[in-house]
T-cell receptor, first 112, second 117 residues
Framework: GQNIDQPTEMTATEGAIVQINCTYQ??????LFWYQQHAGEAPTFLSY????GLEEKGRFSSFLSRSKGYSYLLLKELQMKDSASYLC?????????????FGKGTRLSVIA | GAVVSQHPSWVICKSGTSVKIECRSL??????MFWYRQFPKQSLMLMAT?????????EQGVEKDKFLINHASLTLSTLTVTSAHPEDSSFYIC?????????????FGQGTRLTVV
């Protein structure tokens, strides 16, 4: 079956750096995604990794190790508006129209 | 970027009635759209894959006769919750990819908060 694990909740201080981990066990792999979701809103795309290594995009970076089934999302210079849920999702097979399998999300609280 | 529009944003209905939710791709064609459901503090769970011009593919445990999906055009998919009950109250979200440009990420509609009373 498909299994995607990430911590339920995290708290970090404004201006700091936080790392949100995600491990996955899926029948196949065709990319890992991170989305941000504020309460009551739809998810918004943050990053995509399909090859091993680090992808950097402004204050956000995402890392992937396919051999370990592991990814992390790194948020730098935290701001209060970064308080949200962060969803790790995997596309488990090739094909133009394959749905994403989501983890349960990590609720991040940024405190002053 | 690609835009997916979902309507309505929220709806309250009486138990036993039906509710229709629309999902539109505004600036691209989507042969496939996905419908997810999210309960409070839970993740997005895939309900079904909506295929233009053919029957939807439902995930295990999702009643196809209760959640009717119609994908009549390349830009519109609808989800109808029939004979809604309070346990159907949830956040329903659709998504689609613009595969013409080999886009990798899926874009999501704004979501629909359904409350059945």
């Amino acid at each position: 079956g498909q299994n995607i694990d990430q911590p339920t909740e995290m708290t970090a201080t404004e201006g700091a750096i936080v790392q949100i981990n995600c491990t996955y066990q899926t029948s196949g792999f065709n990319g890992l995604f991170w989305y941000q979701q504020h309460a009551g809103e739809a998810p918004t795309f943050l990053s995509y990794n399909v090859l091993d290594g680090l992808e950097e995009k402004g204050r956000f970076s995402s890392f992937l190790s396919r051999s370990k089934g592991y990814s992390y999302l790194l948020l730098k210079e935290l701001q209060m508006k970064d308080s949200a849920s962060y969803l790790c999702a995997v596309r488990d097979r090739w094909g133009g129209n394959t749905p994403l399998v989501f983890g349960k999300g990590t609720r991040l609280s940024v405190i002053a | 970027g690609a835009v997916v529009s979902q309507h309505p944003s929220w709806v309250i209905c009486k138990s036993g009635t039906s509710v229709k939710i629309e999902c539109r791709s505004l600036d691209f064609q989507a042969t496939t759209m996905f419908w997810y459901r999210q309960f409070p503090k839970q993740s997005l769970m895939l309900m079904a894959t909506s295929n233009e011009g053919s029957k939807a593919t439902y995930e295990q445990g999702v009643e196809k006769d209760k959640f009717l999906i119609n994908h009549a055009s390349l830009t519109l998919s609808t989800l109808t919750v029939t004979s809604a009950h309070p346990e159907d109250s949830s956040f329903y979200i659709c998504s689609a990819r613009d595969t013409r440009i080999a886009a990798t990420e899926a874009f999501f509609g704004q979501g629909t908060r359904l409350t059945v009373v």
